[in-house]
């Protein structure tokens, strides 16, 4: 167990919809980041929050937004849903927002769009 | 950019067996890190190992060592006395200091047989 909790564990929705994905990262970490695992792209990079701020971004649609919270943890914002954003979506969290610092993963939460 | 390539999709070792998984990376940065991360079937990514690219001594973790060729741009894993628990997918990272994202490879499915 890395201390990094996701929730929901598996989200069915319908393509048009919103949904929201939340991330609790370990206990004294500041830094969260949020991956996409799917089967034709991989694992991408998607954005990192740290102490709240925005840090530094990647292949992150504009239909998806996220945000840190002053207890730190995040939430991922997918809206306009298509079958494409079915995917494995993990979060991650270090201790600061150094460049090499070591992120533990959560165990993801799995997103099906039909 | 950042690539990192793993060359063998799957691999297959008997228990008690060693294995090596071979990853070769790209950057044109003088200071990065390098990580193997492991994929159960339960889909959790679980930390095996991590190198730091400025140390000549290659990391340890118990029965999982790597082989660190700076100059060859070559970081593999040996998993030693093999056991039914190391099946797995496993995916080779670097992070570098240009960003604080892992660049992750395709990753290498690891069975592991009686």
């Known amino acids: 167990d890395s201390g990094v909790t996701q929730t929901p564990k598996h989200l069915i929705t319908a393509t048009g919809q919103r949904v929201t994905l939340r991330c609790s990262p370990r206990?004294?970490?500041?830094?969260v980041y949020w991956y996409q695992q799917s089967l034709d792209q991989g694992l991408q990079f998607l954005i990192q929050?740290?102490?709240?701020?925005?840090?530094a971004k990647g292949n992150i649609l504009e239909r998806f937004s996220a945000q840190q919270f002053p207890d730190l943890h995040s939430e991922l914002n997918l809206s306009s849903l298509e079958l494409g954003d079915s995917a494995l979506y993990f979060c991650?969290?270090?201790?600061?927002?150094?460049?090499?610092?070591?992120?533990?993963f959560g165990p993801g939460t799995r997103l099906l769009v039909l | 950019a950042q690539t990192v390539t793993q060359s063998q999709p799957e691999m297959s070792v008997q228990e008690a067996e060693t294995v090596t998984l071979s990853c070769t990376y790209d950057?044109?940065?003088?200071?990065?890190?390098l990580f193997w991360y492991k994929q159960p079937p339960s889909r959790q990514m679980i930390l095996v190992i991590r190198?730091?690219?400025?140390?000549?001594q290659n990391a340890t973790e118990n029965r999982f060592s790597v082989n660190f060729q700076k100059a060859a741009k070559s970081f593999s894993l040996k998993i030693s006395d093999s056991q039914l628990g190391d099946t797995a997918m496993y995916f080779c990272?670097?992070?570098?200091?240009?960003?604080?994202?892992?660049?992750f490879g395709t990753g290498t499915r690891l069975q592991v047989t009686l």
């Open positions: 991650a969290s270090s201790v600061a927002a150094g460049r090499y610092e070591t992120q533990y």
């Open positions: 206990s004294g970490d500041l830094s």
């Open positions: 929050y740290y102490n709240g701020e925005e840090r």
């Open positions: 950057t044109s940065e003088s200071n990065y890190y």
């Open positions: 190198q730091e690219a400025y140390k000549q």
């Open positions: 990272a670097s992070l570098t200091g240009t960003a604080s994202k892992l660049t």
